[in-house]
């Protein structure tokens, strides 16, 4: 079984440019959610998606982040315009219940942001 | 509000010993507690997943045990190697959301 795949795997932009992150969830995994892992710190929830759906983006800074899951499958996160401190791993994962009674969480590579 | 901590936030051994991995929350009325494991510039590795009617969780030299009255969940690695060498992090799930620790770091020293 393929697990959650992510690219691009490393990026680097100076500030105020753009940014765009691929996620491809286990096939029939109705949940996706994407976390922002800052160095030392654990994962923090951006956004939950079920199916093509939102079920939580509390913590997600409108202004400039953005993500969509077309279909109920495929999702991209998208930063504009990106700032120093949005230098971080963003981690995509998918779990095979739906919201509300989220089994296991199967994770991705992540993808490393680097902002100058 | 659910928060997870950690303790403690790095810990180094010498190979072949017991350890233990602690991991508190403060809402207990969680679906699940999943450990995991993460090796540097790496995504999360799923190790164990405690559903909340269950006690405990075993897979090889790991075990997992959760008591949600008292909100804390242990880890235990068994006659450690220079393998586990990793961040291991806790994540409580409930209310739609799973909360992550900021995860202990492991070394085992050979």
């Known amino acids: 079984e393929a697990g959650v795949a992510q690219s691009p795997r490393y990026k680097i932009i100076e500030k105020r440019q753009s940014v765009a992150f691929w996620c491809n969830p286990i096939s029939g995994h109705a949940t996706l959610y994407w976390y922002q892992q800052i160095l030392g710190q654990g994962p923090k929830l951006l956004i939950q998606f079920q199916n093509n759906g939102v079920v939580d983006d509390s913590q997600l800074p409108k202004d400039r982040f953005s993500a969509e899951r077309l279909k109920g499958v495929d999702s991209t996160l998208k930063i504009q315009p990106a700032k120093l401190e949005d230098s971080a791993v963003y981690l995509c994962?998918?779990?095979?219940?739906?919201?509300?009674?989220?089994?296991?969480?199967?994770f991705g590579e992540g993808s490393r942001l680097t902002v100058l | 509000k659910q928060e997870v901590t950690q303790i403690p936030a790095a810990l180094s051994v010498p190979e072949g010993e017991n350890l233990v991995l602690n991991c508190s929350f403060t809402d207990s009325a969680i679906y699940n507690l999943q450990w995991f494991r993460q090796d540097p510039g790496k995504g999360l590795t799923s190790l164990l997943l405690?559903?909340?009617?269950?006690r405990e969780q075993t897979s090889g030299r790991l075990n997992a045990s959760l008591d949600k009255s008292s909100g804390r969940s242990t880890l235990y690695i068994a006659a450690s190697q220079p393998g586990d060498s990793a961040t291991y992090l806790c994540a409580g799930t409930g209310g739609f959301k799973t909360i992550f620790g900021a995860g202990t770091r492991l070394f085992v020293k050979a």
């Open positions: 405690i559903q909340s009617s269950q």
């Open positions: 994962a998918s779990s095979p219940q739906g919201a509300g009674n989220t089994g296991e969480l199967f």
